[in-house]
């Protein structure tokens, strides 16, 4: 069974922090997305990369960072954690584009307090 | 206008109904079409995906596309408690290289 796993379920970090926040998938896929979810607001895209060392902005790139050194794992990074950070965060990956679909992680609740 | 829009809901049908979801879509060069499923406090995780026009069928899951007048949809036919979650609907466009999401709609199935 295809898997994306993200390092923490639960994680409460302190206003100021560097807060990193990972994710592995074991499909070898090339694609992959870090979104955060907030009620009311969906899905929304913060970075992705199509490939190892590749990275692109999202629609709501500020504030954050990625790194992707190998193909299977792909970090979000919060330089310095505010509490508008707070929020649910998943990761997902796709072969391809996304034209297949995507398959998630089972999500990090971050709370900046 | 949004890319992919869904009502939110909340829809409420009784126990053994027929749920209906509704998606539309702006971009007509989109290609790929899903149907997530998402329950409280969890992430999504996909239960539909349909590329042409028509109905495809999966258990008593049916999604429904219709690419001249933009929507999809979603039917769960004999409705559970335990259907009851959020549904997001995502679109996939060349163009775009990636998918697109609605906010979702919360279905709630009552005894």
């Known amino acids: 069974d295809v898997k994306v796993t993200q390092s923490s379920r639960y994680l409460v970090k302190r206003t100021g922090e560097k807060v990193f926040l990972e994710c592995v998938q074991d499909?070898?896929?090339?694609?992959m997305f870090w979104y955060r979810q907030d009620p009311g607001l969906g899905l929304r895209l913060i970075y992705f990369s199509y490939d190892v060392k590749m990275k692109e902005k999202g629609d709501i790139p500020e504030g954050y960072s990625v790194s992707r050194e190998k193909k299977e794992r792909f970090s979000l990074i919060l330089e310095s954690a505010s509490t508008n950070q707070t929020s649910m965060y998943l990761c997902?990956?796709?072969?391809?584009?996304?034209?297949?679909?995507?398959?998630f992680g089972s999500g990090t609740r971050l709370t900046v307090v | 206008q949004k890319e992919v829009e869904q009502n939110s809901g909340p829809l409420s049908v009784p126990e053994g109904a027929i749920a209906s979801l509704n998606c539309t879509y702006s971009?007509?060069?989109?290609?790929?079409f899903f149907w997530y499923r998402q329950y409280s406090g969890k992430s999504p995780e996909l239960i539909m995906s349909i590329y042409s026009n028509g109905d495809k069928e999966d258990g008593r899951f049916t999604a429904q596309l219709n690419k001249a007048s933009q929507y999809v949809s979603l039917l769960i036919r004999d409705s559970q408690p335990s259907d009851s979650a959020t549904y997001l609907c995502?679109?996939?466009?060349?163009?775009?290289?990636?998918?697109?999401f609605g906010t979702g709609t919360q279905l709630k199935v009552e005894l």
């Open positions: 971009d007509r060069g989109s290609q790929s």
């Open positions: 499909m070898d896929h090339e694609n």
């Open positions: 995502a679109v996939f466009t060349g163009g775009g290289n990636k998918l697109t």
């Open positions: 997902a990956s796709s072969v391809g584009r996304g034209r297949n679909g995507y398959t």
